[in-house]
């Protein structure tokens, strides 16, 4: 079997197994849309891939999604190369995401963390100081969650041990959450 296809039966057998997600994905959603409708924001963080998906989405809600319609406010937290490099620099690379979250974050906000394996240091520091801040913590997780499982208020785990069918995945529950979104504040029609 070529590697394409046997990427595409992995794939397919992950997905076939994301129904059970519904719920605590219309759930994360309705969370990230209380904190834009009270004039708050959704952070995104992630590394690697996760990083490219984090800004993604980001971008999805201060651009546009399905049609044109008011900006919304994401923000990417691994897209500042500036506090990136300082930050990893003279502090840690494991401080690289919570000493922004404690610069820009604000009670009723929501951050959503992407790692696959859970256990990404910088995403859990984040994860940590958010919940200090009443900051709701929104985890897109593989494998068995990790340690950031259980800093997850609302904990979308992929049931997957393979890191790239789990990005796979946490693209169209990135994706289902901004049209969520638009739709809950009345952007689009359901
Ligand atoms: O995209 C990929 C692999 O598909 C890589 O860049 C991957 O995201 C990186 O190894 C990340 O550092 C993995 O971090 P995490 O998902 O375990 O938090
Ligand atoms: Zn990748």
Redesign the pocket.
């Known amino acids: 079997m070529s590697l394409f296809l046997a990427n595409l039966a992995e794939h397919r057998e992950v997905f076939a197994r994301l129904d059970a997600l519904s719920t605590i994905v219309a759930e994360a959603s309705g969370a990230a849309t209380a904190s834009l409708r009270a004039g708050n924001k959704v952070m995104f963080c992630g590394n ?2 996760s990083a490219a998906d984090s800004q993604h989405l980001a971008a999805e809600l201060t651009g546009r999604f399905i049609k044109d319609r008011p900006p919304l406010a994401g923000l990417a937290l691994n897209t500042d190369s500036s506090a990136l490099t300082c930050i990893g620099n003279d502090y840690s690379f494991a401080d690289v995401f919570v000493r922004q979250v404690r610069g820009l974050g604000r009670t009723g906000d929501c951050l959503v963390g992407i790692s696959t394996s859970g256990n990404s240091a910088n995403v859990l520091r984040a994860f940590e100081a958010a919940r200090e801040m009443g900051i709701t913590t929104i985890g897109f997780l593989g494998r068995d969650g990790g340690q950031i499982k259980a800093l997850s208020d609302y904990a979308i785990i992929v049931p997957s041990d393979v ?2 069918r789990i ?1 796979e995945a946490h693209i169209l529950i990135g994706h289902t959450l901004c049209g969520l979104v638009e739709q809950q504040l009345g952007l689009v029609e359901a």
């Open positions: 690697g891939g890191t790239a990005q």
